[in-house]
């Protein structure tokens, strides 16, 4: 049987949200390029929508971490798909995510994305379940701000289905 899926953020509010945000960046990164960093496979849809509405001109680059939970609570990455250091050096780089939960994960790549000295570093998440941090960790340009509940769609996946439902959802 299929699974039903109830809708949580339309199309046309996350389209309404990413305009806002690349309006944001716009305004913060005027005069200069930026570098979207993102992070496959989740982000990957609204990296691309995000890049569309930007009028700085823009880089596109991706990196893929997988985490690995140890017998502590702490997590480790390791990057299964990582950037050239010279992609990331001296730029204004963006790391583009899906969605900040626990927090492992980011504060994790944003660490090891600083050891190659980019010019600034910032975080842009479609999605922030702010109420589930683990790790202290702050977005510098959130989409939508959520509650605790497992969400699928615009690149986010269930089992690797669902990513490409045109809007965020809750499966039942
Ligand atoms: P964190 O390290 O912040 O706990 O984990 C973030 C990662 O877990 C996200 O990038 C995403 O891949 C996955 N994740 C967390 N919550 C959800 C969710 O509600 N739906 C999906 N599809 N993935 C999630
Ligand atoms: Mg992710
Ligand atoms: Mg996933």
Request: with cysteine.
């Amino acid at each position: 049987m299929a699974d039903t899926i109830d809708v949580l953020i339309p199309e046309e509010k996350i389209d309404a949200r990413i305009r806002e945000l690349a309006k944001q960046i716009d305004t913060d990164y005027a005069g200069k390029s930026v570098t979207l960093l993102t992070t496959l496979k989740g982000a990957c849809f609204f990296s691309c929508e995000l890049a569309k509405r930007l009028t700085v001109p823009v880089f596109m680059e991706y990196i893929q971490a997988a985490s690995y939970e140890g017998k502590t609570s702490t997590g480790t990455i390791t990057m299964k798909l990582d950037v050239p250091v010279d992609s990331v050096a001296g730029k204004e780089v963006i790391i583009v995510e899906d969605v900040i939960d626990t927090g492992r994960t980011l504060s994790a790549v944003k660490e090891l994305i600083r050891e190659r000295r980019p010019a600034s570093l910032a975080v842009c998440s479609l999605l922030d379940k702010h109420e589930c941090r683990i790790v202290p960790f702050e977005g510098e340009y959130i989409g939508f701000t959520i509650g605790n509940d497992f969400v699928v769609g615009y690149g986010l996946d269930w089992d690797q289905k669902y990513r490409n439902l045109p809007y965020i959802g809750i499966v039942r």
